[in-house]
């Protein structure tokens, strides 16, 4: 499947158009009386994208009661932690009519639950929404969202570690994470890749190496932006500073 590039100047800008077209996609789909499930992410450009949408204006014409919120990975500390990746997503989640219940937020150190636990409760709690065909064990993703390492890291999958290559669950526990903290939860391949549409975002001159290894198709065990891939479209949001030294005939635009 062919990888398409929305390229913009300024991080500013691309999150805004990663916060718009989010908006759009879900408006879109709860207006048809659709059930929507989209995984957010964390990281810097995640939680700015979240902050835009809190203020975007299309957000109170959506139906948000149809809307369930998931996350692709989480740091497995306690729930008031700054550095979760669900606590800064209240500057979207406050701002919005959604029911608690459609929020599903990965277990937290303070839980009671051990580590391999939190993994199994939120196994659990994404085959609750599974399709009725049984064609997957969890729900699928109208959008996933991820954000990109500069090592070609998505969710808490990291280059070179088994978590990349397991295909027999949905949710793993992260030891020893390469980046702080070192525990943590995440979605695996499989899951990621039964959404209809994952979106890549990637900003600044140090994810630059990242973008071409993954546009160009490297080993998503080495690279996994690189096996990231929805069913309907694999978009690549980046910003001039992440595409300046990409080779232009990986840049295929994006008409959606």
Same mark, same amino acid.
């Given at each position: 499947?062919?990888?398409?590039?929305?390229?913009?100047?300024?991080?500013?800008?691309?999150? =805004? +158009?990663? @916060?718009?077209? &989010? *908006?759009?996609? #879900?408006?879109?789909?709860? $207006?048809?009386?659709?059930?929507?499930?989209? /995984?957010?992410?964390?990281?810097?450009?995640?939680?700015?994208?979240?902050?835009?949408?809190?203020?975007?204006?299309?957000?109170?014409?959506?139906?948000?009661?149809?809307?369930?919120?998931?996350?692709?990975?989480?740091?497995?500390?306690?729930?008031?932690?700054?550095?979760?990746? =669900? +606590?800064? @997503?209240?500057? &979207? *989640?406050?701002? #919005?009519?959604?029911?608690? $219940?459609?929020?599903?937020?990965?277990?937290? /150190?303070?839980?009671?639950?051990?580590?391999?636990?939190?993994?199994?409760?939120?196994?659990?709690?994404?085959?609750?929404?599974?399709?009725?065909?049984?064609?997957?064990?969890?729900?699928?993703?109208?959008?996933?969202?991820?954000?990109?390492?500069?090592?070609?890291?998505?969710?808490?999958?990291?280059?070179?570690?088994?978590?990349?290559?397991?295909?027999?669950?949905?949710?793993?526990?992260?030891?020893?994470?390469?980046?702080?903290?070192?525990?943590?939860?995440?979605?695996?391949?499989?899951?990621?890749?039964?959404?209809?549409?994952?979106?890549?975002?990637?900003?600044?001159?140090?994810?630059?190496?990242?973008?071409?290894?993954?546009?160009?198709?490297?080993?998503?065990?080495?690279?996994?932006?690189?096996?990231?891939?929805?069913?309907?479209?694999?978009?690549?949001?980046?910003?001039?500073?992440?595409?300046?030294?990409?080779?232009?005939?990986?840049?295929?635009?994006?008409?959606?």
């Amino acid at each position: 499947m062919t990888r398409r590039v929305v390229l913009r100047e300024t991080t500013a800008e691309l999150a =805004d +158009v990663v @916060a718009s077209r &989010l *908006l759009a996609r #879900i408006a879109k789909r709860t $207006a048809a009386g659709k059930t929507v499930h989209v /995984s957010l992410t964390g990281g810097t450009m995640g939680i700015e994208v979240l902050r835009v949408a809190g203020r975007d204006p299309q957000r109170a014409a959506i139906d948000w009661s149809r809307v369930h919120v998931w996350w692709s990975d989480e740091r497995f500390v306690a729930a008031s932690s700054p550095d979760r990746n =669900d +606590v800064p @997503a209240g500057a &979207l *989640l406050n701002a #919005i009519d959604i029911p608690d $219940a459609n929020i599903h937020r990965m277990p937290a /150190s303070d839980a009671g639950l051990t580590l391999d636990e939190g993994a199994e409760a939120y196994a659990a709690e994404l085959r609750r929404f599974a399709p009725a065909d049984g064609s997957t064990e969890w729900p699928v993703f109208d959008v996933c969202l991820l954000g990109v390492g500069p090592d070609g890291h998505i969710a808490s999958l990291f280059p070179d570690r088994g978590e990349i290559a397991v295909t027999d669950a949905a949710v793993l526990p992260v030891r020893d994470s390469p980046k702080p903290p070192p525990e943590r939860l995440t979605f695996t391949r499989p899951v990621i890749n039964s959404s209809k549409r994952v979106w890549l975002v990637m900003t600044g001159a140090e994810k630059a190496s990242a973008l071409g290894l993954a546009l160009a198709g490297a080993s998503y065990r080495s690279v996994p932006a690189a096996g990231a891939k929805g069913t309907k479209r694999t978009t690549f949001f980046v910003d001039e500073a992440a595409a300046a030294q990409v080779p232009p005939e990986l840049m295929v635009g994006d008409d959606d």
